[in-house]
Structure formats: structure tokens, C-alpha cells
T-cell receptor, first 116, second 115 residues
Framework: DAGITQSPRHKVTETGTPVTLRCHQT?????MYWYRQDPGHGLRLIHY???????DKGEVSDGYSVSRSKTEDFLLTLESATSSQTSVYFC???????????????FGPGTRLTVL | AQKITQTQPGMFVQEKEAVTLDCTYD???????LFWYKQPSSGEMIFLIY??????QNATEGRYSLNFQKARKSANLVISASQLGDSAMYFC????????????FGAGTTVTVRA
């Protein structure tokens, strides 16, 4: 199993408060991703990183920011949590090689966030 | 436009039988990859199988095989000899070379294996 941990695993917070979720990997993979999972939508990409301090937006990035100061850590921040951000958040890692035949993403265990 | 379509929200299968999960995709990129993931009730996402767009043969991994029909843009997952532990949600996903290795997921199919 890929060495990916997420913290916290569960969190309940109130509307308007900032929240930071952490993803930590021990695989030295270059790419890291944050997804959210909601019923009927599968997983949707929030932000991703292709190296230290290199990040870009996904399809549902509004209300979220990220930071990556070290290869192993990727932080997701909800600047002012809203009830619509209640979801399960997954971190993933990959190490794609251009021209390679596979660049599988491996997922962390997920964080269940409830915003009241 | 939806890039990955999984038309079966839920399926029942008898233990030891085979089950096929449908996945169609939409891309104009000649270089892409297709993935299947399993999500049991415990919540983790487990990688099952990968098919590259240039692969000549269908991918297989143990009891999992991918029926890749490029012209029809379909990548169906076949699970042979179903087991009770196969009960889970299954997601099809696609990565396009032009999209910087980002994955697009389908909505998923729930499989329930009956004893």
C-alpha cells in the first residue's frame, strides 16, 4: 500500500471557521491531489500539485486553497467553511513519467468533514 | 460535457457469477489512460486495473479484466467468479495526456454480491 495518511480523519466544524486538512506521503511522489466525494458525483478534483510550491486548480476550487512547502505534505484549507463543503475529502499521489504507460493515482483513507 | 459515464447506478450479482460494469468515455486526445477503482463500505479507494489507449491487449489483473473497445469508447470492467467481498462501489476514471495527469471520474456503480 502507498504510504499516504490524512489528518484529521473526521472533523465537525461550524460555518465560517477556517479548516485545514493535511495529506502526508512517504513515497516521494511528485504529484499530489485533493478530491471531494459527494453522492452522485464521483470524485471531483479540487486542487493539485506537481511539485513543491507548484499548484493548480481543479474543477471545484472555489472556497479552497492549498499549499505544498515540502514534497511529503499537501495542505487543503477551507478559508471560511460553508455547509456546501460538507463532504469526504481524499488525497491522492502519483508519479507520472512522461511517455510512460501508467501513472496510477493512489488514494489516502479520506477525511469526513461536516460543516454545521 | 461528461467525460466518463457509468449508466448502472446499482447491480446485484450472485456469488461465483461474473458481472460486467459499463463505462463509456469521451475524449479527443489520442493518448489517455483508463482506470477502475473499488470503494468498499469502509471508504478507501482501491486501484484495480489500468488500460492505456495504445495498449493492444485488454488489461487483466487476477479476477478483474477490462473489456476495452476503443472505437466505441468503452472500457467495461469484468469481475469473474464474484465473491461477497466484491460488494462495493466501483468507479471508472480517465486521464488525458493533454490534461496534466488529472483524473475525471464517473459517478460510480454499486455492486451487491448475493450468497
Amino acid at each position: 500500500d502507498a504510504g499516504i495518511t490524512q489528518s484529521p480523519r473526521h472533523k465537525v466544524t461550524e460555518t465560517g471557521t477556517p479548516v485545514t486538512l493535511r495529506c502526508h506521503q512517504t513515497e516521494n511522489h511528485r504529484y499530489m491531489y485533493w478530491y471531494r466525494q459527494d453522492p452522485g458525483h464521483g470524485l471531483r478534483l479540487i486542487h493539485y500539485s506537481y511539485g513543491v510550491k507548484d499548484t493548480d486548480k481543479g474543477e471545484v476550487s472555489d472556497g479552497y486553497s492549498v499549499s505544498r512547502s515540502k514534497t511529503e505534505d499537501f495542505l487543503l484549507t477551507l478559508e471560511s467553511a460553508t455547509s456546501s463543503q460538507t463532504s469526504v475529502y481524499f488525497c491522492a499521489i502519483s508519479d507520472p513519467v512522461r511517455g510512460g504507460s501508467t501513472d496510477t493515482q493512489y488514494f489516502g483513507p479520506g477525511t469526513r468533514l461536516t460543516v454545521l | 460535457a461528461q467525460k466518463i459515464t457509468q449508466t448502472q447506478p446499482g447491480m446485484f450479482v450472485q456469488e461465483k457469477e461474473a458481472v460486467t460494469l459499463d463505462c463509456t468515455y469521451d475524449t479527443s486526445d489520442p493518448s489517455y489512460g483508463l482506470f477502475w477503482y473499488k470503494q468498499p463500505s469502509s471508504g478507501e479507494m482501491i486501484f484495480l486495473i489500468y488500460q492505456g489507449s495504445y495498449d493492444q491487449q485488454n488489461a487483466t489483473e487476477g479476477r478483474y479484466s477490462l473489456n476495452f473497445q476503443k472505437a466505441r469508447k468503452s472500457a467495461n470492467l469484468v469481475i469473474s467468479a464474484s465473491q461477497l467481498g466484491d460488494s462495493a462501489m466501483y468507479f471508472c476514471a480517465m486521464r488525458e495526456a493533454s490534461n496534466d495527469y488529472k483524473l475525471s471520474f464517473g459517478a460510480g456503480t454499486t455492486v451487491t454480491v448475493r450468497a
